[in-house]
C-alpha cells in the first residue's frame, strides 16, 4: 500500500489499542482494510511501523511479544488489510548490553559466550560459544584444545574452570569437565584447535548472550567467507570487537604452543578495523559475520604485527571445519 494510507491504518490500530483497557485489546466495526469485528481480548504488546517493500509502497509492521497477539491483532482486520501488513513475533525487547573485558575474567552466572575459563593447568582462554551432540538435548561448551584441554595434555574428565586459573579460578569455580578435543598433529596440515567440555548438573547457560543478541542458526559455509567481510568477536581480553577479513584458504600457518611450533591450513585471517582484533586470552571466542550474525571461525591465534590498522593479525578456524571435526551442531539460543 502507499505508504500515507500505511500511516493512517497505523494510526487507527494505535488509537484502538491505547484506547483499550489495561491488558486487552479492543477492536470495532470497519470494512475495506481497516479494524473489523468486536469486543476486548487479551493481549501482551504490540509495536507498529513501516515495512518498506518497493518504491513508494510499505507494508504496515506489526511486531508483538507473543503468538497468540498476533491471532488477536490480525482477527481484527479485514482481508485487505492483511495482505499488507509483516507480522512478526518478536518476543520481549531488552536493552542490550555486553560485559566490559573486566567483567569477562570474574565469576559470571549463567555462562555466556566470551567469558574467561580454561582448564586448571591454562592460564586462561575464552567461552566461545555452546553446541550439542547430533539428537542430543545436552549443552556442551566450546572453545580451544590450548584453552579447555591444555594443548592435548588433558584428560577426559579434568576440570573446566570460569573463571580461568589466571582470572582466579580455582576447584570452585568448576563449571564441568573436559568431554573431547582435536588433537594437535606435530605435522603440517592441522585444521582445528577445538576441545569441548561437558557442563555440570545445575550449570545454567544462555547461548544466545552475544553483544547484540545471538548469533545466527545457520554457520557460514567455508567456500562463503569472503575477504573484507565485517567481523566481530567477544573475548575475555579484548572484549567485543570489529574487524574485517584479510585472507581465507590461508595454508601454511606455524603456530608456537609450549609444546612447539604446530602448523594449520585452510584457515581465515582477520584484522582489527582500528589496533589489534584480538589479543592473549581471546583464543576459544567465536567469530561471526556482521551482515548476517553467522558464526564464521574459531579463533585461535594471532600476532602482534602485520595488521594494516596497526594491530596484529588473527587466525580462526572456519567454524564449519571445527563442527565436523568435533561432531557436533551448532546452539544459537
Request: charged content about 20%; overall charge negative.
Given at each position: ?111 555466556r559466550p566470551g567469558l574467561s575459563i580454561g582448564h586448571p593447568h591454562v592460564t586462561a582462554g575464552t567461552l566461545g560459544g555452546f553446541v550439542r551432540r547430533p539428537r542430543s538435548s545436552g549443552l556442551l561448551v566450546l572453545s580451544n584444545n590450548h584453552v579447555l584441554a591444555d594443548s592435548g595434555s588433558g584428560r577426559a574428565g579434568d576440570l573446566a574452570l570460569q573463571p580461568g586459573a589466571a582470572d582466579g579460578g580455582a576447584t570452585a ?161
Amino acid at each position: 500500500m502507499l505508504p500515507d494510507s500505511a500511516r493512517e491504518l497505523k494510526a487507527r490500530l494505535s488509537r484502538l489499542l491505547s484506547e483499550a483497557p489495561p491488558g486487552s485489546v479492543t477492536t470495532s466495526a470497519v470494512n475495506d482494510g481497516e479494524l473489523a469485528g468486536t469486543g476486548a481480548t487479551r493481549w501482551s504488546g504490540v509495536a507498529l511501523g513501516l515495512a518498506p517493500v518497493g518504491t513508494d509502497s510499505v507494508h504496515l509492521a506489526i511486531r508483538l511479544v507473543d503468538r497468540a497477539d498476533a491471532e488477536v491483532v490480525l482477527s481484527g482486520l479485514g482481508d485487505a488489510a492483511r495482505a499488507e501488513v509483516d507480522v512478526r513475533v518478536i518476543g520481549r525487547v531488552q536493552a542490550l548490553s555486553s560485559l566490559t573485558p573486566g567483567e569477562l575474567q570474574q565469576r559470571v552466572r549463567p555462562l555466556r559466550p566470551g567469558l574467561s575459563i580454561g582448564h586448571p593447568h591454562v592460564t586462561a582462554g575464552t567461552l566461545g560459544g555452546f553446541v550439542r551432540r547430533p539428537r542430543s538435548s545436552g549443552l556442551l561448551v566450546l572453545s580451544n584444545n590450548h584453552v579447555l584441554a591444555d594443548s592435548g595434555s588433558g584428560r577426559a574428565g579434568d576440570l573446566a574452570l570460569q573463571p580461568g586459573a589466571a582470572d582466579g579460578g580455582a576447584t570452585a569455580d568448576r563449571i564441568g569437565v573436559l568431554n573431547s578435543f582435536a588433537n594437535l598433529s606435530a605435522e603440517p596440515g592441522n585444521l582445528v584447535d577445538a576441545a569441548l567440555a561437558t557442563l555440570d548438573d545445575g550449570v545454567e547457560a544462555d547461548p544466545g548472550g552475544y553483544p547484540g543478541g545471538q548469533l545466527a542458526a545457520l554457520v557460514a559455509a567455508v567456500d562463503d567467507i569472503d575477504p573484507e567481510e565485517a567481523v566481530e568477536k567477544v573475548g575475555r581480553t579484548t572484549g567485543h570487537t570489529h574487524g574485517r577479513v584479510t585472507a581465507v584458504e590461508v595454508d601454511g600457518v606455524g603456530v608456537q604452543y609450549d609444546d612447539g611450533v604446530h602448523t594449520f591450513d585452510d584457515q581465515v585471517e582477520v584484522e582489527g578495523l582500528s589496533g589489534g582484533f584480538s589479543a592473549g586470552g581471546d583464543s576459544g571466542s567465536v567469530i561471526w559475520r556482521s551482515r548476517d550474525r553467522a558464526p564464521l571461525a574459531l579463533l585461535f591465534a594471532g600476532s602482534e604485527t602485520g595488521g594494516s590498522a596497526g594491530g596484529g593479525v588473527t587466525f580462526g578456524n572456519p567454524f564449519a571445519t571445527v563442527l565436523a571435526t568435533l561432531g557436533v551442531e551448532w546452539v544459537s539460543s
